[in-house]
């Protein structure tokens, strides 16, 4: 059965799509930890543990994430980009991408912001148009 995340990338269901390219995904969290928090993903691996992943596809999907985290730093006034590999939540390997003025902003246990349908989509496009630029 398909996870949630391959039923995002394959566009099965709704998400605020940030970038894509053949084998990786990213898009919009939407339970942001920060405006512009990221979800990164392999489209065609469903295991839930990273350090699982062949070397090419672990190799390609941190070079992806690398670039989305550039367009997030480059749309979303922060301080840097925080990464977190949790596997917790959704059994798919996934990146957690999220914009960072302070370390405690990474803290998962926080309450998570509320963004309206216009606000992810104002955001995944900032993100995805300097993306695009990169």
């Known amino acids: 059965m398909a996870t949630v995340f391959t039923k995002i990338a394959k566009g099965e269901i709704p998400s605020y799509k940030v970038a894509e390219n053949d084998g990786f995904y990213a898009f919009l969290d939407i339970n942001p930890l920060a405006k512009g928090h990221t979800l990164v993903i392999p489209k065609n691996v469903e295991d839930d543990y990273i350090f699982h992943l062949d070397e ?3 190799m ?7 670039k989305v985290a550039i367009a997030i ?3 979303i006034p922060c301080k840097r980009v925080g990464v977190a590999v949790l596997g917790m939540e959704v059994p798919h390997t996934h990146i957690h991408l999220v ?6 902003d990474l803290d998962f246990r926080k ?20 993306y695009e630029k990169l």
């Open 111 to 130: 309450e998570k912001l509320s963004l309206s349908p216009e606000e992810f989509s104002r955001i995944a496009s900032i993100i995805s148009s300097e």
């Open 73 to 75: 730093g480059n749309a």
């Open 60 to 66: 390609g999907l941190c070079s992806f994430a690398r």
């Open 56 to 58: 090419n596809t672990y």
């Open 99 to 104: 914009p960072l003025n302070s370390e405690s």
